[in-house]
C-alpha cells in the first residue's frame, strides 16, 4: 500500500512538472506561428494555440498581450481590445501594450464613445504601479504586519503602534479592493466581434435596440447575460442585447 502512494505521488510531481513545460511549449508554438504568418488565418491559428492556454485558468500577462497582437494582425479588432484590456492589469507599466491598445481602438470600425472610468482609478492611481498578482501579495503582507503592529502594541504597550497599523490596514484594504476590481476575469467589459443587430430582448423578433448595427470593437459594459445573449450598456447609444457569438469578454 505504501508503494503504491509513493508511485502516485511521483506521477503527481511529474504531471506538476510537465504542466508549465506543456504551457510553454504552447506557448512558443504560437509565437512561432505568428512570427511566420502571412495571411489573417495564419494570425488566428497563433491566437488559438493561445487560447488553448488561456482555457487551462492561466493569468498571463504575455499570452493575453500576445493574443492581441494575433487577433489585432487578423483583422479581429474586438477581440484584440478585450484581451490588451485583459493584459493591462497585469502588465500595467507596459507601454507598447498601451500603444497597442489605442492602435486597435483607431482601426476598429464599431468604435463607441470611451465608456466612463471608475473614479476609485483616481483615488487609487498609484495603485496602477503594481501588477494585479503584486496587488494580491502586497495586500495579504500588508494585513499581516497590521496584525503584528497591534501585536506589538499590545504588548509593548506603546499606542503610538495602533497608529502604523491602521495606515497598513487602510493601504492593504484599499490595495485588496483595487485588486479585487482590476481582476481580469472580474471585469464586466465586452466588444463586439462582428456586424450585428442589437435587441430590446432576447430574441431576433424583438426591435433593433439601436438604429445602425453594431460594428467589430464596440466596447460596452455587460449587464447580464443569458446563455445565448448579453445585455449590455453601450456608452453614447443605449442598452441592448446581442447574441453571445458576437460578444469577446
Known amino acids: 500500500m505504501t508503494g503504491f502512494l509513493i508511485l502516485v505521488m511521483m506521477f503527481a510531481q511529474i504531471a506538476a512538472a510537465e504542466e508549465p513545460l506543456s504551457r510553454e511549449r504552447a506557448f512558443m ?6 512570427d511566420n504568418a502571412k495571411t489573417p488565418d495564419d494570425y488566428r491559428a497563433s491566437a488559438r494555440k493561445l487560447e ?6 492561466f493569468e498571463n500577462g504575455a499570452v493575453y498581450y500576445n493574443l492581441g497582437n494575433a487577433y489585432f494582425r487578423a483583422g479581429d479588432y474586438g477581440k484584440a481590445i478585450i484581451n490588451y484590456r485583459k493584459a493591462k492589469p497585469l502588465r500595467p507599466r507596459d507601454s507598447y501594450l498601451e500603444a497597442n491598445l489605442q492602435q486597435a481602438l483607431s482601426f476598429a470600425p464599431g468604435r463607441l464613445k470611451a465608456l466612463i472610468t471608475p473614479w476609485w482609478t483616481y483615488v487609487l492611481f498609484w495603485s496602477d504601479w ?3 498578482p503584486q496587488k494580491i501579495r502586497l495586500a495579504s ?3 499581516i504586519l ?8 499590545f504588548m509593548l504597550q506603546r ?8 495606515a497598513f490596514f487602510i493601504l492593504s484594504g484599499a490595495l485588496g479592493i483595487d485588486a479585487a476590481l482590476s481582476n481580469p476575469n472580474a471585469i464586466d467589459r465586452a466588444a463586439i466581434t462582428a456586424e450585428t443587430i442589437a435587441r430590446k430582448g432576447t430574441g431576433k423578433d424583438y ?7 453594431l460594428l467589430d470593437g464596440a466596447e460596452f ?14 456608452e453614447g447609444i443605449g442598452d441592448g442585447w446581442v447574441r453571445n457569438e458576437f460578444v469577446a469578454r
Open 146 to 153: 497590521t496584525a503584528l503592529m497591534l501585536v506589538s502594541a
Open 159 to 166: 499606542p503610538r503602534l495602533h497608529w502604523i497599523a491602521g
Open 52 to 57: 488553448g492556454i488561456v482555457a487551462d485558468k
Open 130 to 132: 503594481f501588477p494585479f
Open 221 to 234: 459594459t455587460v449587464l447580464s447575460q443569458t446563455s445565448d445573449w448579453t445585455f449590455g450598456h453601450f
Open 207 to 213: 426591435e433593433p435596440a439601436f438604429d445602425q448595427p
Open 141 to 143: 503582507l500588508g494585513m
Open 29 to 34: 508554438r504560437a509565437l512561432e506561428l505568428f
